[in-house]
Every structure is written in C-alpha cells, then in structure tokens.
C-alpha cells in the first residue's frame, strides 16, 4: 500500500459548523463529542478543537493525509446545517471539500424536500444527498414511501443518496439495513452509501451488499467497533469495490482514522478501493490522474 496514492474521507464534519459537532467548548454538546470519542476508541478526545475555520479543517485534513474531505451535515430537530452554509465551507477549496446536501422531508414536506435537494445538487454543486431517516422528528426506516421522490431524484440527477444509520438512532427499530434491500430493488442504477454501516447489524448489512452492487457500505468510526472485522472480511472479498473509507471527525481523529484504517488487514487492492478508487468513481472527484501528484498537498489546496 502507497501512502502516496490518494485518501478520500467519505464521511467528516468540520466542528465549528455547529455545536453538535464540538463548536462550542463548556456545553453539554461538546462533551458528547468527547464522550463519543472515547467511545469509539478515539485516543485525542480534544482533537476537534483545533479546526476553528475552513484553513484549520483543511490543516487536520494534511496531517492525516486525506485528499479530500466528503462533508455530510444533518438536517433534523436540533442539528439544522444548511445547504448554503456547508456550500460556502466548500468553497474554500473545491478540489479537496465536497459538500453533500441534506434535507428533511418531516419539515419541508415532499415537494419542497425535493426542491432543496434538486437546488443543492444543481446550483450549488453538491454531490449527494443525505437521508437521515431514524433521526427525523418522525421517525422512519430507510424504504419509507416519504423517502421514495430523493432516492428518484439522486438516480435522475445521477449522484449517490446517503443514508445515515448506526447505534444513536434514537430508536434502534429504525435501524434497519434490511430496507435498504428494498430500496436498492427498486432503483437499481442508484449508488446508495450507508453511512455508519447500520451498525451493530453487520451481519445484515453485509447480506444487503452481497445482494445488491449498488449498496456501498461505509461505516467509519464503527468499522473498529466489537464485530467490524466482518466489514473487513467482506472488502477482501466480493465487497472490495463497496467498501468505503470514512473518519468520522470529528467524532474521531481523522489521522487516527487513517493510521487504524492501514492496520486492518485490506489486501493492497481493497485497500485502495475504500481509500479513493471506489469514491472516485461514485464522485466523479478526478483523482486517477492526479495521483501521482498526491504527495504535493499544498499544491492540492486550491
């Protein structure tokens, strides 16, 4: 494995976007941030304050080497990033900070859910949309019929949907990988990107992939969690080209991410599949042919 290739982190948040991810020191957000990195096996519990603006995000970014950061933010009670705001973060380097839009269909209603998505994929350049569908205030699994207009939008407009999952849904029935089978049956051609693995259901996630090449499964910070090995286990085998890279900063450090990441025990072509080879095909990021660039990383700023 080259350290020289590329590394693009499928799922990271600048922390300063909002007090969820850290942005603001002595509250009770903040120490969830830290609770969670421990959880989670995070080694520097404090790392996410360091990144005070875009400049700082990016200098993390060149200390654990990653090329390019894809930033999915959330759109539920509590957690409002708007699509505007995550664009503008983008904006300070469009070659290395990819925003993915989010949108919540409880608050804006289906029509104007799919309006957002369409605005933020077309005028503002996002490359994806992220469900959240346990986290709604009405909660829902990721085949509900709400849901049915962005999965058709993402294959129209022919860009990945997100789907956000994982132990924190505040209702663990929700959290059901086994709906995402159903969603990939029913649009075929669309890349759907399981963010956090759905786990602990690794087991059925896995099965989900097995049947269905679109379903691309990263689950970042959980892939070191007790029963991950079976993600790994699955890339060396017919998942090589669904796996996927993530950090999940700031929740946990992305050098660290990337060190344990190399640690896994992925064949050198799995490895290069989750680190930037698959991304680069689902985004479209154009990275094969600057690969051989990769060690430049002030010359990737721009």
């Known amino acids: ?30 120490d969830v941030v830290r609770w969670l990195n421990r959880r989670v096996g995070g080694l520097d519990v404090d790392h ?23 930033m999915v933010a959330r759109s539920v009670p509590g957690v409002r990033v708007s699509n505007e705001d995550l664009s503008a973060v983008a904006a300070a ?15 804006l209603g289906r029509e104007a859910a799919v309006a957002e998505a369409r605005h933020a994929v077309q005028k503002l350049g996002m490359k994806g949309v992220n469900l959240d569908a346990g ?19 993402c294959q129209e407009l022919n860009v990945p949907a997100f789907v956000m999952s994982g132990p924190t849904t505040p209702n663990l029935a929700f959290n059901d990988p086994l709906a995402v089978d159903h969603v990939a ?24 992939a097995f049947r269905n090449e679109n379903v691309y499964v990263s689950p970042d910070m959980y892939t070191f969690s007790p029963g991950g090995g079976m993600y790994v286990e ?26 344990d990441f190399r640690q896994l025990g992925l064949s050198p072509e799995a490895y290069e599949a989750a680190t930037f080879r698959t991304a680069n095909r689902l ?12 060690p430049k990383k002030a010359a990737l700023r721009g």
């Open 1 to 30: 494995m080259s350290q020289t290739t590329p590394i693009v982190d499928m799922r990271s948040r600048p922390a300063f976007l909002h007090p969820f991810f850290g942005a603001a020191p002595g509250t009770p957000s903040y």
């Open 234 to 259: 699955a890339a060396n085998g017919f998942m090589r080209d669904q796996f996927l890279f993530g950090s999940s900063y700031p929740f946990r450090p992305m050098k660290q991410g990337v060190q």
């Open 48 to 70: 996410f304050a360091r990144a005070k603006d875009a400049a700082g995000f990016l200098t993390e970014m060149d200390r654990a080497e990653i090329t390019v950061a894809i």
């Open 185 to 208: 049956k029913t649009f075929p051609k669309l890349p759907i990107i399981c963010c956090h693995g759905f786990y602990p259901y690794v087991n059925e996630m896995v099965t989900v």
């Open 283 to 294: 985004l479209d990021l154009g990275l094969e042919t600057a690969s051989a660039d990769i």
């Open 135 to 153: 986290f709604y205030a009405t909660p829902m699994k990721a085949d509900d019929e709400r849901l049915m207009p962005l999965y058709e939008l």
């Open 93 to 107: 380097s469009k070659t290395r900070l990819i925003g993915v839009a989010s949108v919540d269909p409880i608050e």
